[in-house]
């Protein structure tokens, strides 16, 4: 038997939707690697999946999609994976590879896609599984708890970069400075971007001038320049005519979220024309989590971490959502010693 985590009853992070269980450790099926969980970074989607935001898709579903961990078993269809492998498991989780969407090249927008932590248990437990042909071999030479958030904060947030095009040695904005924003910002300067930073947080500022960043300021401020490219971070529909405005002719804003609130209407004059574009980002390729783990490795992106035990994810959600941190929050599975007392 293995403890994990299950949404019981999406909800308001506040009225506890979340329910810690045991349940049998999860049997790989034939292409599939069973992989004991060592780090799994907490990610806005969680919350959205435990509060509802996202229609229910597997009752009683494990969250967690960021998943650092050891191979301890291997569907008999297996092959390039021997137990001990550190992997890592991501949001997409299975796609049909067949459709137009596949055939194309952009199997992110696949419709019969699956995901980890939505469509299957995910990594809040000490045990999940992963089709092997979506698990992404990791380098050594980094902690786990430091890689765990590059695995959805980095690579959304590197696949709204290139969705923001930005052009070489631009002008970035971005609103809202979380977990996904700060490794994107990473990846931004070390390629020559200048970099604007626009978040109601203040140790998030704090952050992002220690990490480069050329200007930090208030949500709803203007940066101190035009924008040729900006993305959102924040779940929150309200800035985009605000990051719109901030655009300079022909800019482009990328929305990184999988949940926003609703936009207000759109004054075409001063927010749209000159030809500036609104454009969304859905989930991301694998060809997006590969190149971002590689660039990652090479520019040395580290993601700032706030570790909880796993028996406190409650915790960590509720914190998240309450901006009671910079960077990223991660699960630490070190179950041994940290029971809940409840249970
Ligand atoms: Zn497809
Ligand atoms: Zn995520």
Not at 281 to 288: A, H, I, K, L
């Amino acid at each position: 038997m293995m403890h994990a985590w299950e949404v019981a009853r999406p909800g308001p992070i506040e009225q506890e939707p979340l329910r810690f269980v045991e349940r049998p450790v999860p049997v790989p099926r034939a292409d599939q690697l069973l992989v004991r969980v060592r780090a799994c970074g907490v990610c806005r989607t969680d919350l959205h999946v435990a509060e509802g935001d996202l229609p229910v898709r597997l009752a009683g579903v494990t969250p967690g999609h960021e998943v650092v961990g050891e191979v301890v078993g291997t569907g008999s269809d297996v092959r390039g994976y021997v137990p001990g492998d550190r992997v890592g498991i991501a949001w997409l989780r299975r796609t049909d590879g067949t459709c137009a969407y596949c055939l194309r090249g952009a199997e992110n927008l696949c419709p019969a896609s699956e995901y980890t932590g939505w469509d299957a248990h995910g990594g809040y437990a000490e045990y999940t599984t992963v089709p092997a042909a979506f698990a992404y071999p990791l380098p050594g030479g980094v902690d786990d708890v430091t890689l765990a958030p590059l695995l959805c904060a980095g690579i959304i947030g590197y696949r709204a970069l290139r969705r923001a095009s930005l052009p070489p040695g631009g002008r970035l904005g971005l609103y809202g400075f979380g977990g996904s924003a700060h490794l994107c910002a990473q990846v931004a300067l070390a390629q020559g971007a200048r970099v604007h930073v626009m978040t109601r947080g203040e140790a998030a500022r704090r952050l992002a001038l220690e990490l480069g960043c050329d200007s930090a300021r208030g949500a709803y401020e203007p940066p101190p320049e035009p924008l040729d490219s900006a993305i959102l971070f924040a779940p929150v529909g309200d800035l985009v005519p605000v990051a719109l405005r901030a655009l300079d002719r022909g800019g482009v804003l990328s929305v990184a979220g999988i949940h926003l609130t609703d936009t207000p209407p759109l004054r075409y004059e001063t927010e749209l024309f000159y030809e500036k574009e609104l454009r969304s980002v859905t989930s991301n390729t694998r060809e997006d989590g590969r190149e971002f783990l590689a660039l990652a490795a090479r520019h040395g992106v580290r993601a700032t971490t706030h570790t909880y035990p796993l028996a406190r994810a409650r915790d960590a959600l509720r914190d998240l959502k309450a901006g009671r941190f910079d960077g990223a929050a991660v699960l630490v599975n070190d179950l041994v010693n940290d029971l809940p007392a409840r249970h």
